[in-house]
Each structure stands twice: as C-alpha cells, then as structure tokens.
Nanobody, 123 residues
Framework: QAQLVESGGGLVQAGGSLRLSCAAS????????MGWYRQAPGKQRELVGT???????NYADSVKGRCTISRDNAKNTVSLQMNSLKAEDTAVYYC?????????????????WGQGTQVTVSS
C-alpha cells in the first residue's frame, strides 16, 4: 500500500509561479512512473505531465515550456514547478504514482492518487 500527499497549492496571480510537491509513503517494492494530473470544474481530469523513475518526462502540450516535473527517488517525492501561470491553469491538481509491491514472491503494480490540491490563478 502507498499513500500520496500533495502540498503547495494556493492562489496566485496570472503570470506567477507555484511549486507543488508530492510525497509517497507506505510499504512497497518500488515506485515506477509518477506524475501530475488536474481537473478543472466541469471538466475531465487531464494529464499535466509524468516522469519515469529514470527521469524521462512527458508533458501535455498546454503546459510545455511552462512546467517542469522533477523527482527524488531517494525521498519518493515528485514536484511540479509551474511558471507563467494562466487563469486556465486553475484546477485541482492530483499526484499520481504506479507503485509495485512484492507479496508471496510475486510483484503487483497498482495506481495511486493523492487527495488533490487546489491551484487558483487570478487574472
């Protein structure tokens, strides 16, 4: 089992910056891909970006060049640095991780989500 806890959301003016962090805890073998998703009111949850455990990143077109995902495998954390924020970035941001556990000689991989953190960008 793993738990993901996000922090760092808040209110920021358009053009500003914000950094979100997510820490994974629990009992597991390893964490595979980690990433960030967001959900604006009345919209479906969408990808912001992901990173593999070797640091390969992937971003949604809407945030490319403005967002950077970084990861600390030793601390089981992933961060999202967001710059040049726009009103349309307003959403609840969720941390996501694919976590492998070992049980009875077998390996099981499950997907986990954090509780979400609100990001509001005022125009």
């Amino acid at each position: 089992q793993a738990q993901l806890v996000e922090s760092g959301g808040g209110l920021v003016q358009a053009g500003g910056s914000l950094r979100l962090s997510c820490a994974a805890s629990g009992s597991f073998f390893k964490i595979n891909a980690m990433g960030w998703y967001r959900q604006a009111p009345g919209k479906q949850r969408e990808l912001v970006g992901t990173t593999t455990n070797s640091g390969i990143t992937n971003y949604a077109d809407s945030v490319k060049g403005r967002c950077t995902i970084s990861r600390d495998n030793a601390k089981n954390t992933v961060s999202l640095q967001m710059n040049s924020l726009k009103a349309e970035d307003t959403a609840v941001y969720y941390c996501n991780a694919h976590v492998t556990r070992r049980s009875g000689g077998y390996y099981f991989t499950n997907e986990y989500w954090g509780q979400g953190t609100q990001v509001t960008v005022s125009s």
